[in-house]
Structure formats: C-alpha cells, structure tokens
C-alpha cells in the first residue's frame, strides 16, 4: 500500500470517528439507553456530570487500550497506541454530536425510539467504514481482538460476551450509584446490540467496493503525468 493511500485510509478512519460519534450522539438524545459498549461511560457521565460524556468515552477508551497492553504484552503492536489519540478525536466528536441533536425536540416515546434507531443506523455507517478502511482497529474491537488472540477463542462470541459484560457492569454501577435504581441502560441499548451488526454488514456490503474503487481511482489518477488522463 501506497504512502498516499494510507494517508487516505487514515482520512477515511476519522470520517468513520465522526459518524460514529454521530451515532452515538443521537442514540443518547433519544434517552433510552446506548450501545453496549458505550454503556459504562455513558452511565458514569450520568453521575459525575463534572465531565461530558465524550471525555467519559475518551477515558473508557483509554482503559481498554491499556487492557490491551496487559493482556497482549511483549506482542502488543506499537501501531495500535494511535488508538490513543484516534480516541480523544472520537470523544470531541461525540460532544459536537451531542450539541448538534441537543436542538432536536424530544416529545414522546416514538421520538425517542426513532432517535434510537437512527443513531444505530449511523453509527453502523460509521463502523462500516472504519472496517473499509482497514488501517487500526477502535480501542473496543481491539480489546475483544486481543482476549479472543490470547484465549484462542472465536472473536463473535468474545465479542458478545464483552457486550454483556458492559451492560451487566453499567447496570451495577447504577445500582450502586443511584440506590438501587437503574439509569441509563434501557431496551435502547438491547436495540443498538442487535441492530448495529447488521447495519455494519448491510453498509460494508454496499459501500466497500464504490470507496475501494474511489481511492484506487484517485491515487491512479494522482499518479499520471501533468496533462495526461
């Protein structure tokens, strides 16, 4: 691969941040819970305010990278540390999303499970990408990469399990952190677990091939002579 693709693969990582962002932006507006994996951070920013939810995101991506690091060692990439910066960017795009939808009124039930839907359809676009672009993985998947490498166990089923985990987690903390009530975790977040795979599937399937084509069309073109086509 190219310098020049990389960089365009890079680019394409970050647009996949934002939309990803987006998505979780307006899962959140619809207060019915978030993704799984997003549901610890989104909990806590509940009941320490203090912090917006992006730097919340932004600290919860830094624990599961260093989890990566104890978990995988000496084998631990140093390519994957970018996963660090790549998560503050993800966290200030999550707290633009959330200005962004904060104007949207939220009037019902039916709204908010709109709300929910159409944050997972965008966040689905968002992985989508993130999965065409192909240069690093987000701190959550690379977490899941690194106990399924150690473990030698499948990735989707790693994957589910971590999934569980979070919201089995976010659901204690609540418990705990708002005397026995449960905040923040709701059958939006059960929609978000079961649709944002298939969303990711669907988008790749028919997004893939016209974004592979497009960089490999501009790098081409790019590379011809000045007045050539």
């Known amino acids: 691969m190219s310098r020049k693709e990389l960089a365009k693969r890079y680019l394409l990582f970050i647009v996949s941040l934002f939309f990803a962002a987006m998505g979780v932006a307006i899962t959140k507006r619809g207060e019915l819970g978030v993704s799984p994996i997003s549901s610890v951070a989104n909990l806590v920013s509940c009941r320490y305010s203090g912090l917006s939810l992006g730097m919340w995101l ?43 939808v904060s104007f949207i009124p ?59 985990f979070c919201v089995i987690l976010s659901v204690v903390l609540s418990l705990f952190f708002f005397s026995g009530q449960i905040i923040g975790t709701r059958e939006g977040t059960v929609i978000s677990a079961l649709l944002t795979g298939v969303a990711v599937k669907f988008f790749v ?15 081409r073109k790019s590379a011809l002579p000045a007045g050539k086509d």
Do not use: H
């Open 58 to 100: 932004i600290l919860w991506n830094c624990v599961l990278i260093l989890g990566q690091i104890l978990i995988l060692r000496k084998d631990f990439n140093k390519i994957q540390l970018l996963q660090i910066p790549l998560s503050f960017v993800f966290g200030y795009f999550t707290d633009f999303g959330m200005w962004c």
């Open 106 to 164: 939220v009037t019902g039930y039916a709204v908010r499970l709109l709300l929910v839907v159409c944050g997972v359809v965008v966040l689905g676009f968002g992985i989508a990408l993130s999965v065409i672009a192909n240069v690093i993985m987000n701190s959550g998947e690379a977490f899941v990469k690194a106990v399924s490498d150690q473990t030698k166990q499948n990735f989707g089923n790693i994957k589910i399990a971590f999934d569980i």
């Open 205 to 219: 399937k028919y997004t893939k091939g016209p974004v592979d084509k497009m960089m490999e069309t501009n790098i």
